[in-house]
């Protein structure tokens, strides 16, 4: 059965109140475009480099503004909600980088909490570690849906490829990449490994992206992607600035990709062995 899957692009800033209302006026206009899955970005309801800022208006999930407009936006539009991620506290204090999957009556279907921490040193000065706020998720989750099997990640899970095989091999048709990449890694990266995630396991991928300049002083890449399992942009946005986009996801073409190219199938066990290279006198035996 196919549907139409919008990803929503936004430039949350730093007050969860305003992102709220953005993120309802934008899913909305996707609904309007006969959306019945919506997706937003990573950090949808709060980008804030600014940590004790940041912590001052954090909420746990059951007083979050974000859970709880999406929970509504679901129940009122009809529709399979997507909140990509959004910073939720945690009794231990520390944060989780959280998406949640709302069902039409608002329930919470999934929630999924990003496995890979973005910890690094950019040659453009930029420093990130994201590991000394947020606690790492360990579980990823394929979810049966009525309309396809879906798996889960945000943002630096692409470079992870085999979180995406685990998912493909327990039958994810869908993947979802909800992201707020930053504008260097977005240009190197960000459409080649989108489309290398779909092709590699002939699925489907949607990506919502933060795009533009953001309150807090970063600028993240935008360019939100629908990709199907030939690895064909469906659809794309721009670099900066909100953005709706809206694509027809089949998963009849997940299994005609998969007939095509069966990599899924034909994969085999192997063992790496590390062996010495040339020495004087010879090579190594």
């Known amino acids: 059965m196919s549907f139409k899957a919008a990803a929503v692009q936004m430039c949350s800033g730093v007050d969860p109140v305003k992102n709220a209302a953005a993120m309802a006026r934008l899913v909305r206009e996707a609904v309007a475009q006969g959306a019945t899955y919506v997706q937003t970005p990573e950090m949808t309801g709060m980008l804030q480099r600014d940590r004790a800022a940041a912590r001052a208006v954090l909420a746990d999930e059951a007083h979050d503004i974000i859970v709880k407009t999406g929970s509504e936006l679901a129940v009122e539009l009809g529709i399979h909600m997507h909140v990509g991620s959004t910073a939720i506290a945690l009794a231990d204090g520390k944060i989780a980088n959280r998406g949640f999957l709302f069902g039409p009556d608002g329930r919470i279907l999934n929630r999924y909490d990003k496995i890979h921490m973005f910890d690094v040193d950019l040659d453009n000065g930029e420093s990130w570690r994201e590991s000394a706020a947020y606690t790492a ?121 998969h007939d095509k190219i069966p990599n899924l199938r034909n994969g085999r066990e192997f063992s790496v062995e590390k062996i010495a290279g040339a020495v004087a006198g010879g090579v190594a035996a």
């Open 137 to 257: 998720g360990s579980e990823a989750r394929v979810l049966s849906l009525p309309f396809a099997e879906m798996g889960f990640a945000i943002c630096y899970d692409v470079r992870f490829p085999a979180l995406f095989r685990a998912q493909a091999m327990a039958g994810a048709e869908v993947m979802t990449v909800p992201a707020a990449f930053t504008k260097q890694t977005g240009e190197a990266h960000w459409e080649i490994l989108l489309r290398a995630r779909a092709i590699e396991n002939g699925v489907f991928v949607i990506a919502a992206a933060q795009a533009g300049w953001h309150e807090d002083g970063r600028e993240t890449f935008g360019h939100s992607m629908i990709i199907d399992p030939w690895g064909t942009v469906l659809a794309s946005a721009g670099a900066s600035g909100e953005a709706v986009i809206v694509a027809e996801i089949d998963p009849a073409a997940v299994k005609a990709a």
